[in-house]
């Protein structure tokens, strides 16, 4: 487990075909569309919180799944590296170290923050390329950003520095004050966590202006599988100076500290180059640099960079832009605050920065999980997916805005599982994690197939998971052969096997209705039987799922009542034994069932969410409902199977207020590649979807009228008369058709049309 402590999209009002725009995304060009969604995100959102409250979310610049996120590190005055700060930057720091190219989306590890730039005005000795000798103070007004640009004055030297990004580019733009020297650190041995970077090598080309190299990192995902094996390319330009002239007036390298002026290359896990630059008579010192990354080769990542050398700073912004708009654009929202608009698109912006596109713009390439490069005729090569996180909120909401992506995701888990052998777990990069358990492609790919994908071999791929699902594997399920001997992974085994059962019989859950839309009858009949193994670790004098012992007796936490019950739980995966109680999400009517019926359910369910409001904050977890983690992101929904979707109402209402906001720290938790802010979007609009099927619930939308522009046709959700006050239904309309339970299926959603909520202050039956 782990260590927690543009795309161009088709657009209705575009003249342009979703198959021509297809082809401009693949091609790699793009054409302007009108509006500024982009000027309502705040990047800053969740780039803040303390401890288990941390979002982990850099506010650098790239563009919608793309592979570089380039933007500050930070840190505090004694430069001590706190284990939450894992994007990288914390809104609550007081200097930049570095402006790094790679960066996690929100996870709670630390892997990548990857080859750092920093200009300085510093004399290069030892002292500045060590320790981060080059980091600067920085003041927060001085930071200007928004989707695909990011900029900040550095104190020292007074150099404002802006950032855009492409896919596998990054364009820097730093303005020296005159009176200053212009220089520029590259350090190929930065990492988060410091060290991780096991051998590197540099090189500096006077005459093309150019440093290349590559380094390998070892970071806490990506040691896993080896290493990951960065390229670079990036050549300076002065604009003040001729163009047949060398940018620099100074150069060298260094390798653990050693200063060598004029080096030209050298080799290890600690280095890199410098370079300085003439002075100007003008009032700034302006350079520029353009940066190519690749995971092939240094000249691929020359050609990469060629995507952008032709172009100015500027027009490279306008393209990420445009990219960013292309994305928020496919939902309108009328009404509602100006706080909840900026958060509703800061958390929808939040959802498209992953996963990474890792098809390379030269030649349309990728290096897969076999370590040979591909090419990608059509599609796209997608990695870095928390797939134990995302399948909830994030993969959902992709496949159900830009069901294009989702069919990049499906081609791309069937190649790891071509070229590797296994399904992933956690794909990142191109290699193998095992990060957290279950095999939740399953759940990704079933719920792909179910609502229409269906440009691969079904038959071949639910052979592939139904042999994952039944049989030892290097990247598969952990003890499933005593899961299928038993019903359940007993704790004689391991600690994790209660939430490894339950996570199991999800996923089986998912095979279950894909085998069963395939006509495979046998198949069907026995996922269908196994996903009920949750059955076999509930306590029924408990009325909790507990850890259970191979002889049949179960082992419930004796501490599961305790305040700090969730500091002592060793018997679950990121939970404790109350938050995991309301784990069935394939099979809520059975889980409502255990408790004896509804009435009880409901209690038990309210009781966990009335003994949360004791712990408000976010810096360590809830011992009960914790907002900041995925295993309960789906309870407050729960109330609807029960009959009483007056409390979901009032729960999600209350959770959305509480937890979430347009603020640095208004991510409860990790935001984990996206999965919390897609809880907010959905939980915006009013639905959520089971993943893994084509079900969503309905809950209370804080918006008048939102508009989703998809595919099938645009889908209107109308909350007539919402208000802070009025967030409970009083009755729903689905194309102008009363709906008698609170959930509708996803087709009613794609094929467009219209759903009306009609709000009232007063808990109501709208289902009865």
């Keep these: 487990e782990r260590r927690n402590v543009g795309f161009p999209f088709s657009h209705p009002f575009l003249p342009m075909g979703a198959a021509a725009l297809l082809v401009l995304w693949l091609v790699g060009s793009w054409v302007g569309v009108v509006g500024a969604t982009s000027d309502q ?50 809104f609550s720091d007081s200097h930049i170290r570095c402006f790094a190219h790679t960066h996690m989306v929100g996870a709670g590890v630390r892997d990548n923050s990857n080859l750092a730039f920093m200009p300085t005005n510093k004399e290069i000795v030892k002292a500045l390329v060590t320790n981060h ?97 960065l390229f670079f390319s990036a050549r300076f330009h002065v604009p003040q100076s001729p163009s047949s002239t060398t940018p620099f007036n100074l150069f060298g390298v260094f390798n653990d500290g050693n200063v060598m002026v004029l080096g030209q290359s050298t080799t290890g896990p600690r280095v890199g180059a410098f370079v300085g630059f003439p002075p100007s008579v003008e009032s700034t010192i302006v350079v520029e640099a353009r940066v190519g990354m690749s995971l092939v080769s240094i000249e691929k990542a020359r050609e990469n960079r060629g995507t952008i050398d032709p172009k100015s700073f500027d027009e490279v912004v306008q393209e990420a832009d445009t990219r960013w708009n292309s994305v928020l654009e496919l939902v309108d929202v009328e009404g509602g605050s100006s706080e909840d608009r900026t958060a509703f698109f800061s958390f929808l912006y939040n959802v498209f920065m992953s996963p990474s596109n890792l098809t390379e713009p030269a030649g349309r390439v990728f290096l897969g999980f076999d370590k040979t490069v591909h090419e990608a005729n059509g599609w796209n090569f997608l990695s870095d997916m928390s ?61 792909a197939f179910l609502k229409g994908e269906r440009d691969f071999d079904a038959d071949a791929l639910f052979d592939s998971m139904k042999l994952q699902a039944t049989t030892s594997r290097p990247h598969g399920r952990g003890h499933v052969e005593e899961y299928m001997q038993q019903g359940y992974v007993s704790a004689d085994s391991t600690r994790k096997g209660t939430s490894e059962t339950l ?53 419930c936490p004796k501490y599961k009542d305790d305040l700090i019950g969730i500091f002592k739980s060793t018997d679950f995966v990121e939970g ?56 309960d992101l789906l309870a407050p929904y729960l109330f609807n199977i029960a009959g009483r979707s007056d409390l979901t109402q009032k729960w999600t209402r209350h959770i959305l207020r509480t937890y979430y906001g347009n603020r640095p720290d208004g991510i409860p938790g990790n935001d984990d590649y996206g999965t919390m802010s897609a809880w907010f979007v959905f939980t915006a609009f009013g639905i959520y979807p089971l993943a893994g099927s084509t079900r969503f619930l309905l809950g209370s939308p804080i918006f008048p009228h939102v508009t989703l522009h998809l595919p099938g046709g645009d889908f209107h959700i109308m909350a007539h008369g919402v208000s802070e006050k009025n967030f409970y239904v009083e009755r729903v309309l689905l194309n102008g058709s009363a709906l008698t339970k609170p959930e509708i299926d996803f087709q009613s959603i794609a094929s467009g049309g219209s759903l009306e909520f009609f709000m009232t202050c007063t808990p109501s039956n709208a289902f009865e």
């Design 576 to 631: 404790d034994a109350w938050q995991w109680r309301w784990y069935v999400p394939h099979d809520p009517e059975g889980l409502v069932s255990l408790f004896g019926g509804p009435d009880v359910f409901v209690r038990e369910l309210e009781t966990f969410f009335e003994k949360s409001l004791a712990f408000p904050g976010t810096l360590l977890p809830n011992p009960f409902f914790w907002a900041g983690n995925e295993p």
């Design 41 to 90: 995100v705040n990047v800053f959102v969740g780039t803040s919180g303390e401890g288990y409250g941390t979002a982990g979310l850099n506010p650098g610049a790239q563009v919608p799944l793309g592979v570089v996120r380039v933007g500050p590190d930070t840190c505090k005055l004694l430069d001590v590296a706190l284990p939450w700060h894992t994007g990288g930057y914390h």
């Design 133 to 229: 000798g080059y980091r600067s103070t920085f003041q927060h007004n001085s930071e200007v950003a928004r989707p695909g640009y990011y900029a900040v004055t550095l104190d020292e030297p007074g150099t404002r520095v802006e950032l855009t990004a492409g896919f596998f580019t990054a364009f820097h733009r730093y303005s020296f004050p005159v009176t200053a020297p212009a220089r520029v650190v590259i350090d190929l041995g930065y990492s988060l966590p410091a060290g991780t970077v096991k051998d590197a090598s540099v090189a500096v080309n006077v005459t093309e202006g150019e440093i290349s190299g590559w380094l390998i990192n070892h970071g806490d995902l990506s040691g896993r599988f080896g290493g990951v094996k």
């Design 503 to 555: 996570e199991y019989a999800q996923d089986d859950g998912a095979l279950a209705l894909m085998a069963e839309a395939l006509g495979r009858v046998d198949d069907a009949a026995a996922f269908r039987k196994r996903a009920l193994n949750y059955r076999n670790v509930w306590d029924p004098s408990e009325k909790f799922f507990c850890p259970r012992q191979r002889d049949g007796t179960f082992a």
């Design 387 to 447: 797939l134990w996180d995302t399948h909830r909120t994030a993969a959902p909401l992709q496949g159900l805005l830009t069901p294009h992506i989702q069919r990049d995701v499906v081609k791309s888990l069937i190649a790891m599982k071509d070229q590797g052998g296994d399904l992933p777990r956690w794909p990142f990069w191109y290699g193998y994690t095992g990060c957290m358990l279950g095999t939740h492609a399953d759940i990704v790919l079933v719920d």
